[in-house]
């Protein structure tokens, strides 16, 4: 890959995870209960009824975990930090323990020269805020402005920039919505107002983080709408997703404004739930970067279903992950295109956050070093455009907690041995290492 087209020098070169997909240690020092707790424990929610209660125990094994990134040259480690093991119950004073565990973490990565990336929160929301309402209700967003503070008074000094939210649409639609993760609600569209409240929720944290001199971004999952045909019906339907999927989250952040929701028959308070003053606190300017997660397009039909003005629809002749997740690679640049081109000079810098697939349960795996170079090659063609790509993680390190499908997708360089907890590389972890060498030196010598 990227011979052709390399990335930029001073480049950030990572890998992501996140809290509950890696921890474990869930009764220890003071943690409280989350939402992903509860619903491990509800009967037929998750995989074979696994749970994140032990994970890769990285709780306890993160000096092993750190190590396999200073093999591998890391730059950055995208990380999020357990609400719950901060403010057990959402409010409060901190629990000192926990925020002991995250500055040992922080300091052992600086000691290995690498930057630490935290995201406040993916999808961890403390139960006893979830019992008040969760998302949907407009306190929770002034306690994650908190719990912001608690943290960034504690590791500010030695965490530069900070992601506020993980995919706040994954976590309204899969989450209030259809009720396949955490916290298991199935509102559908009145699910609505977890979105304004995330986003609030962004702006609140921001101005905390900013006021401390701190860097901010936020990690939203985009996809590239493509109209399964060109037919006004197919565009009209896949104008509706796109509207929902991704301006929902990054309109009001770039553009201080709703995307037109008409569609759904929602109009531009969100049900209500949008107050004066909002959309200016939640596009803020200083947004310091727009971390992506991308994994694949989307393919959007005219809707089947009377409750929804779109389908999806299956992309065909390409290859597929072990997820069943579609690999196209250029999606990556068309959806870098598509943002440039949509809000122009209010793109901040980007970073994608989050780049990978899941495999079988094989330590050659060479479909994942095909699926990361496409991608790498994609984000350079994007960087040759001229878009401002800072870095990428790709998701993830470890073999890890895969949410509704337990432990059953491996999405990462190393492959964890749920039983003995043992860390074996894969191909792709030597072919990474390997990369991020050449390309240091490549623009070392430009
Ligand atoms: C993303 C999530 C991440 C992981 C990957 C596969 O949507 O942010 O936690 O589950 O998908």
């Given amino acids: 890959m990227t011979d052709r087209h390399d990335l930029p020098a001073g480049f950030s070169w990572g890998v992501s995870t996140a809290a509950y997909q890696i921890e474990g240690a869930v009764d220890e020092d003071g943690r409280g209960r989350s939402i992903w707790d509860t619903f491990c424990e509800r009967p037929g929610a998750v995989k074979n009824g696994d749970s994140g209660r032990t994970a890769c125990d ?62 406040l929160f993916h999808w961890d929301l403390p139960q006893a805020l979830e019992d008040e309402g969760g998302w949907l209700h407009r306190d929770t967003a002034h306690r994650f402005a908190e719990y912001a503070a608690l943290a960034a008074d504690r590791l500010g000094d030695r965490v530069p920039a900070w992601i506020t939210l993980n995919e706040p649409f994954v976590h309204l639609v899969y989450g209030y919505a259809l009720g396949i993760h955490a916290p298991g609600r199935t509102l559908m569209l009145d699910a609505l107002p977890a979105a304004h409240h995330q986003l609030l929720a962004h702006g609140l944290a921001a101005a905390e983080l900013r006021a401390r001199g701190l860097d901010v971004l936020i990690a939203n999952n985009l996809t590239p709408v493509r ?99 579609p690999v196209v690679p250029e999606g990556l640049h068309e959806l870098l295109l598509t943002l440039r081109d949509r809000y122009g000079a209010a793109l901040p810098p980007i970073t994608v956050t989050e780049n990978g697939c899941s495999t079988d349960d094989t330590l050659d795996d060479t479909s994942r070093t095909d699926y990361l170079a496409g991608h790498l090659d994609a984000l350079a063609r994007a960087t040759a455009d001229g878009i401002d790509v800072r870095g990428y993680c790709t998701w993830s390190l470890l073999d890890n907690f895969e949410w509704a499908e337990g432990y059953s997708q491996r999405f990462g360089l190393v492959h964890v041995d749920f039983t003995t907890q043992r860390r074996t590389p894969k191909a792709s972890f030597a072919w990474y290492r390997d990369l991020i060498a050449a390309q240091r030196a490549k623009s070392a010598g430009r």
């Fill in 58 to 119: 990285h709780y306890h094994r993160w000096p092993e975990d750190i190590a396999l990134m200073r093999e591998l040259g890391l730059d950055t480690y995208r990380f999020s930090l357990a609400w719950t093991r901060v403010q057990p119950t959402g409010r409060g004073p901190a629990n000192p323990a926990g925020l002991d565990f995250y500055e040992r973490l922080v300091d052992g990565l600086l000691e290995a020269g690498i930057t630490p990336l935290p995201t």
């Fill in 227 to 325: 109209p399964a045909s060109d037919a006004p019906e197919d565009r009209a339907a896949a104008e509706a997703y796109d509207a929902l999927h991704n301006r929902l989250f990054t309109d009001p952040l770039l553009l201080g404004r709703y995307p037109d929701l008409s569609a759904y028959g929602v109009g531009p308070d969100l049900h209500g739930a949008v107050l004066d003053g909002d959309l200016d606190l939640i596009s803020a300017p200083g947004l310091s970067g727009l971390g992506v997660n991308y994994y694949n397009p989307t393919r959007i039909a005219a809707p089947t279903d009377p409750g929804l003005p779109f389908a999806e629809a299956p992309i065909d002749g390409v290859p597929h992950t072990h997820f069943g997740w």
